[in-house]
């Protein structure tokens, strides 16, 4: 990455948001990091021997959710105190954010058709701008989402550029922490992207198994069976204000229990076969190899913007949309196509202007439990669909240049 696309007007805005962030927390007394509170004791009992699942570390549902072979990346914050290794914490999701954004824009640039863009600076920082409410709660908490969102990023890239040892290994780091984003693997099955699969399987069999070296086989099938029973504990418990099933249930008093799956089966169902609709025209196509890197990075976008649609979750995952929505200022600056802008921002109010500090608490609470972040983020996939299916790709990848900074 050249210095000039680092050193510009977009890092400053992260910087600046970070540190804004940081400061105002401290000063306010609000620089809890809860969630990371609940990592860090959670691996300090991994190492003392304590407890790690089905015992609150923060409040009400402070629980360890992840696998144990994800508690071992925390493990080197044990050499500090919970207040040092809190600060860490927070820039390294400082530098995730600005990473995240940064790779997300190579691939918008190497693998789209989003040329003739003079202000991509601008761009870029009006598509960071659209998850602010979500940064800050993310920050405030500070949750992973964004370092996973990251590795998401890292690894279709990856397997774009023929790495596939690389992006394999980054897959299975992110499925191990969040095992639904199995739903990844859809476009690398249907794509026969065996090579990809191969290091995906190594990684998640090396991570299962690293437990039963430390702590022990005795402890680390305790701590599995402790897993997976707070993994469906959270899942019962938790109200999904975000899924397609929450918003259903909430208007239908009569939607079955059995709904979520079938939101969930008909949706991937969809999904493969608009993958596989993407296969036959590239086969079609033949010679026309820069469409076929194309349709994978936005089946890639596609499927982690819907994963908040499509399970229970907080909504502060609704930031896994952040692909798509780039792709959508972009594409929309690009093709000049500005009647556009009317709909995502009635959409984006929705999706990321739920704020107390901006709607006040009676309107903010009542988007939410209605429903309609999660529709609204839904709809800005729906929309992005119909963007990519309007813009047709150009030949080859490497004709769509990088934009300027």
Known sequence: MKKSNIFNGFTLLVAVACLLTFTLNMINGRFLLGDFMVYYTAAANLISGGPVYLVSFYGGSGFYKYSPATLF????????NFKAAAVIHFFILSAAYWYAFMVIRDL????FPVTNIKHGTLLLSVSFCCIAIHFS??????NINIILLLLCSLSIRSFLTGKYRQGGILLGIVILTKPYLLILLLPLVLRKQWRALAWFSLTVFCGLVIPFIFP???KSILMYGDWIQSITTH???????TSLDYLFRHFIPSWPAWGILAIFFSICSLVALFILQNIYHEKQQGAVAGNSATNFTFEWFLLI???PNLIKTDWVLLLFSAPLIAFMVFCTASRKQYWWIPVLVILLFFYGANSDDLLGRDLSHTILVSGLMGLGNFLLVVVALLMFLQSKPLPTAQSSGRISS
């Open 73 to 80: 990346f925390f493990l080197p914050y044990m050499c500090f």
């Open 108 to 111: 918008l640039t190497d693998y």
């Open 137 to 142: 709660r993310e920050m405030f908490l500070g």
């Open 216 to 218: 022990g086989p005795h």
């Open 235 to 241: 899942s019962g418990d938790f109200p999904g204000m």
């Open 305 to 307: 913007a819907l994963v």
